[in-house]
């Protein structure tokens, strides 16, 4: 069987930083990048499947970005993922958790995996939709914030403990194939070995295109996402305001807050 585990390399300020001229996100020479801490635990819970059980199992890491994503797929094919996908393309620049999540369900469907594992969410972003978005493009059953994982290797159904708002876990079965995005300390991920470095050194990342998964610019792109970040700023400190007066007078100061908020 087969475990597709989507990564993603994130971003991170240094202590002086500086944003772009376009005022969309920070300037690049600012990063700082390393492998999403959440996809260390996605990545852990597939290894855990490979050695626990006698079926023979393929974990595949696979991540959407440009060059410098390397780095952090061989993190993961030092810790034992057999192998790595790195998809990108010049029009993909832009997209959005939801383009992404496109761009995974075709090539979940060229590498027809039996499960697919994402972190909860991004440290950089936040979204927590791209793995939701991935199980609704290929019309999966899936479940979020997965805290705890029964699952042997070709079961036909996995039986997951959710978190919900307020401390609740939920558990329930779900069938597979499924998209499971996994929460912080479902277990403990390893640390790569100095012979895990060496061998990922030497082992081929993939690079596929959007013609090779069967997509073209036209399917991504900020020009087809569902969300688009208008201004980048930071915010001037000391802004805290008590509003005073009646009910009626606190909500009507609270709109016209909200309304000069719209227009920065």
């Known amino acids: 069987m087969k475990i597709l585990v989507a990564v993603k ?53 696979v991540s959407v970005g440009p060059d410098r994503v390397d780095e952090s797929l061989r993190k993961c094919l030092a810790k034992g993922a057999d192998r790595a996908i790195r998809v990108w393309d010049d029009s993909i620049e ?5 383009a992404i999540g496109r761009i995974l369900a075709a090539v979940a469907k060229k590498e027809a995996p039996d499960m697919i594992f994402a972190g909860v969410q991004s440290s950089d972003q936040a979204y927590a939709s791209t793995g939701i978005s991935t199980a609704a493009y290929l019309n999966w059953p899936h479940a979020a914030v997965v805290a705890d994982l029964q ?3 070709g079961n036909k159904s996995a039986v997951v403990r959710r ?16 998209v499971l995005t996994i929460q912080l300390g479902i277990n403990k991920p ?7 470095i060496k061998q990922a050194a030497a082992k081929p990342i ?35 305001e008590m509003i005073e007066g009646t009910i009626a007078e606190q909500a009507a100061k609270l709109i016209q807050i909200m309304n000069e908020f719209k227009g920065v």
């Open 190 to 196: 390893r640390y790569a070995s100095l012979r895990g």
């Open 151 to 153: 699952y042997q290797a």
């Open 9 to 61: 390399q994130v971003a991170a300020l240094d202590e002086d930083f500086e944003i772009r001229a376009d005022e969309k996100d920070v300037d690049e020479d600012f990063l700082l990048y390393d492998l999403n801490e959440w996809d260390d635990f996605s990545l852990e819970e597939a290894m855990k499947i490979k050695e626990a059980g006698t079926t023979e199992v393929e974990v595949v890491v």
């Open 94 to 98: 832009g997209s959005d958790a939801i």
């Open 206 to 240: 993939e690079e596929v295109t959007l013609s090779d998964i069967g997509l073209s610019g036209a399917d991504v792109g900020a020009g087809n996402s569902m969300s688009h970040v208008r201004r980048m700023y930071i915010p001037a400190k000391g802004r805290a």
């Open 163 to 178: 978190e919900l708002e307020g401390g609740l876990l939920q558990e329930v079965e779900i069938n597979c194939p499924a």
